[in-house]
């Protein structure tokens, strides 16, 4: 799995020498696909026969004005691994998934994370002048055939609609053609930016189990950033709670899928994450 290796701009110290403990000696991997990658990255030249971390982050930081949002942040997922982050708005966890990405680089501290990757936002952000299956291509390198966009249309379950015009889409099927859109690029890591917000109940529900069932037949790791407790703890394999630029808390979820949210145990993991997240769960209840 070639891996994206994020540096600092300002750092903090100066880089160890090459070859020192801190600082292995690096080595090859595949030039990154586009000219908009290349700033801040370092490649290692060796890549190891089987990669530990899907995400590796260490020593994060980001700030805006001089203020840190993102403050010394360690984080890693495993290959193949669904993580949740929660948080209360402003904390970071929108920021965390576009450095992960790759859309901002200004950072200090070293992320490395797998260069086939893709993301999905709250909004679909189709282009309403293509056709969906054309929106599903956009980005990809060279002229992909149509076929490849109908496949992975096919797979969330959206392929009947594959010529159809983005504004005759309800929200669903906006948010399954961005999904679509995602995973035509096969990625190793799928970032997902609250994908659910804008969707009602029901549509939500029906996301949700399509996501989890996406998960479980492409096998990439996932990091959701959600606002909804209930959503993390019926999707994830761990929940990370984001407060103040730093990981606070985590916890894994060793539920059985799928899973039942009426199951107990289902609801002392919402109310313990609830109440990281600062509600009174009594009140609540109340």
Not at 89 to 101: H, V
Not at 154 to 170: D, F, I, Y
Request: positive net charge.
């Amino acid at each position: 799995m070639a891996t994206d290796v994020h540096r600092p701009v300002t750092p903090k110290t100066a880089d160890p020498a090459p070859g020192s403990p801190a600082h292995p000696a690096p080595g090859p991997v595949h030039p990154a696909p586009t000219s908009a990658s290349v700033p801040h990255t370092r490649a290692p030249a060796t890549a190891p026969a089987a990669a530990p971390h899907a995400v590796h982050v260490e020593g994060l930081t980001r700030s805006f004005d001089g203020r840190p949002v993102i403050d010394n942040l360690r984080l890693d997922v495993r290959p193949g691994e669904f993580v949740a982050l929660l948080g209360r708005s402003g904390c970071g966890k929108s920021t965390l998934l576009r450095i992960l990405a790759g859309l901002d680089r200004d950072i200090e501290g070293t992320v490395l994370v797998p260069r086939r990757k893709a993301v999905a936002f709250q909004a679909p952000r189709l282009m309403p002048w293509k056709r969906v299956w054309r929106n599903v291509l956009l980005g990809l390198p060279g002229k992909p055939e149509r076929t490849l966009a109908e496949r992975a249309l096919q797979e969330v379950g959206l392929n009947h609609r594959s010529g159809a015009w983005p504004k005759t889409l309800s929200g669903g099927e906006a948010q399954r053609a961005s999904l679509a859109r995602a995973l035509v690029r096969e990625p190793d890591l799928l970032l997902l930016d609250e994908p659910f917000g804008a969707l009602d109940a029901l549509t939500r529900i029906k996301a949700q189990r399509l996501v989890g069932e996406l998960w479980r037949r492409r096998g990439c790791a996932v990091l959701l950033v959600t606002h909804d407790v209930e959503e993390a703890v019926l999707l994830a394999d761990r929940v990370l709670v984001m407060d103040e630029g730093v990981i606070a808390y985590e916890t894994r979820i060793d539920l059985e899928r799928p899973r039942d949210i009426t199951d107990p145990r289902f609801a002392e993991l919402r109310a313990r994450l609830l109440e990281r997240l600062g509600v009174d769960t009594a009140a609540e209840a109340a």
